[in-house]
């Protein structure tokens, strides 16, 4: 079945600790999203990628970087994390703007715990 | 600044119907999503809405004035599992996704 996987589902890291979360998908979709969510709010864009240009929300703080290797895998590097960051990181997929619905597929998410 | 409004919570009764709502302020518009989210899951696409009117899928509809700003989820013969939130989401002039914080949905027997 077509659809998106995300790696590892759950996330446990030290205060500090480099972690890097992984998506992957078999949709064949162009663009590829990662979105940080807490609980009880909206999820929050962090980058997207149309095929491999990459684009930075404002206020996605420099502790966040991405890196997409092939259509196929997108990678959430988190260099330093704090607590602030723990969260639910979802990655997402869809065809290119104006192709259609532009509905965006999501994978299961990333529970990240920061100790 | 761009917007999205739906209540943070609303309860229903299993067999019963419930009508979630939504406006929005945004900047441009091509269309708005509704998703599923349960509780420590990602989101599931429920419907898109692009043209004024109703769009009905099982015992799921969704109803879009674009004139007013407003859309609605409604959802009948509720089922225990429905238990979830409901985010609306507006794809903006930019094809950006803006969310709604989401309408949780408590079921009760």
């Known amino acids: 079945d077509a659809m998106v996987i995300q790696n590892p589902r759950y996330q446990v890291t030290q205060f500090g600790k480099p972690v890097t979360l992984s998506c992957s998908q078999t949709?064949?979709?162009?663009?590829m999203y990662w979105y940080q969510q807490k609980s009880s709010q909206a999820p929050k864009l962090l980058f997207h990628y149309y095929d491999k240009d990459f684009n930075n929300e404002a206020d996605t703080p420099d502790n966040f970087q991405s890196r997409r290797p092939n259509t196929s895998f997108c990678f959430l590097d988190i260099r330093s994390p704090g607590l602030g960051d723990a969260a639910m990181y979802l990655c997402?997929?869809?065809?290119?703007?104006?192709?259609?619905?532009?509905?965006?597929?999501f994978g299961p998410g990333t529970r990240l715990t920061v100790l | 600044g761009q917007n999205i409004d739906q209540p943070t919570e609303m309860t229903a009764t299993e067999g019963a119907i419930v009508q979630i709502n939504c406006t929005y302020q945004t900047s441009g518009f091509n269309g708005l999503f509704w998703y599923q989210q349960h509780a420590g899951e990602a989101p599931t696409f429920l419907s898109y809405n692009v043209l004024d009117g109703l769009e009905e899928k099982g015992r799921f509809s969704s109803f879009l004035s674009r004139s007013k700003g407003y859309s609605y989820l409604l959802l009948k013969e509720l089922q225990m599992k429905d238990s979830a939130s409901y985010l609306c989401a507006v794809l903006d002039s930019n094809y950006q996704l803006i969310w709604g914080a989401g309408t949780k949905l408590i079921i009760k027997p």
């Open positions: 997402a997929t869809s065809r290119p703007a104006g192709a259609g619905t532009d509905t965006q597929y």
């Open positions: 949709l064949n979709h162009n663009v």
